[in-house]
């Protein structure tokens, strides 16, 4: 049984959105300068909930979850994000520090891919006792922008030691 038909699935328009420029000759040596600028052009696009990520984490048994949280920061700690101290969230990276962040600003036809280690990071001064700071540390970051039809461009950020190195994928 079929609860969506192919022809309903469609219907639904595909990779709509205005792409802006892009310049890969004159990419930034670290990904957090890309990412800034590109949340900051979110923002005054006025995308709506672009502070909005996808969280991937995985379960004891190694099933993923996914869910949306809110970013909180991007620094040296790394992608930040708040949850209850109790929440399935914090007990699977406290069993699994790895996880998976996924940004997705639709009208700018941009997506950011997030991979790396967990860690709590710490609480600001009179935050609630049942409350948590998570920050993911990113060792592989890459940028999505749809272009006409299935054109895309990926610019793929990995990390080894402490450098960056930098690719343009098709």
Known sequence: MAFLSKETIDKAPVMTGAAPELDTAALPEHPGELFASWFELAVEQQVGDARAMHLATV????FPDARVVNLMAVDDNG?????????????QLEENQVAALSFYWQPLLRAVRVRGEAHLAPMPEGASGGFQIWS????HIEFWQGGGGHDATRIQYDKTG???GAQVLG
């Open 136 to 139: 993911v540390q990113p060792s």
């Open 59 to 62: 379960d004891k048994a190694g």
């Open 162 to 164: 402490e450098q960056w």
């Open 79 to 91: 992608f930040s994000f708040g949850t209850g101290a109790g929440s399935m969230k914090s007990e």
